[in-house]
Nanobody
Framework: QVQLVESGGGLVQPGGSLRLSCAAS????????MGWYRQAPGKQRELVAL???????NYADYVKGRFTVSRDYAKNTVYLQMNSLKPEDTAVYYC???????????????WGQGTQVTVSS
C-alpha cells in the first residue's frame, strides 16, 4: 500500500509564509513526479506546482515567483514553500505523486488527504 501524508497547513495572514510537506511511503519502485494541487470551495482542483524525478519544475502562473517546490529524493518527500500568500491562495492543498508501486508495471497517480491553507487577516 502506498500512502502520502501531508503536513504544514494552517492559518496565515496575507503576506505571510507557510511550508507544506508530503512524504510518500510504502512499496514504491519509482517516483516519476511529485507535486501539489489545490481546490477552493466551488472550484475545480488545479495544479499548483510539480517537480519531476529529474528536477524539472512546473508552476501555475499565479504562484510563479511566490511558491517554490522542492524534493528530498532520499526521503520520498516533496515540499512547497509558499511566500507572499494572498487570500485567494486559500484552499485545500493536495499532494500528488505519480509513481510505480511494487508489483506493478505502470505509473499511477496517488493523492494525499489534503491540508487546509487559509490566508486571512
Amino acid at each position: 500500500q502506498v500512502q502520502l501524508v501531508e503536513s504544514g497547513g494552517g492559518l496565515v495572514q496575507p503576506g505571510g509564509s507557510l511550508r507544506l510537506s508530503c512524504a510518500a511511503s510504502g512499496r514504491i519502485l519509482r517516483i516519476d513526479a511529485m507535486g501539489w494541487y489545490r481546490q477552493a470551495p466551488g472550484k475545480q482542483r488545479e495544479l499548483v506546482a510539480l517537480i519531476t524525478s529529474g528536477g524539472n519544475t512546473n508552476y501555475a502562473d499565479y504562484v510563479k515567483g511566490r511558491f517554490t517546490v522542492s524534493r528530498d529524493y532520499a526521503k520520498n518527500t516533496v515540499y512547497l514553500q509558499m511566500n507572499s500568500l494572498k487570500p485567494e491562495d486559500t484552499a485545500v492543498y493536495y499532494c500528488n505523486a505519480r509513481l510505480v508501486k511494487g508489483g506493478s508495471f505502470y505509473a499511477l497517480d496517488y493523492w494525499g488527504q489534503g491540508t487546509q491553507v487559509t490566508v486571512s487577516s
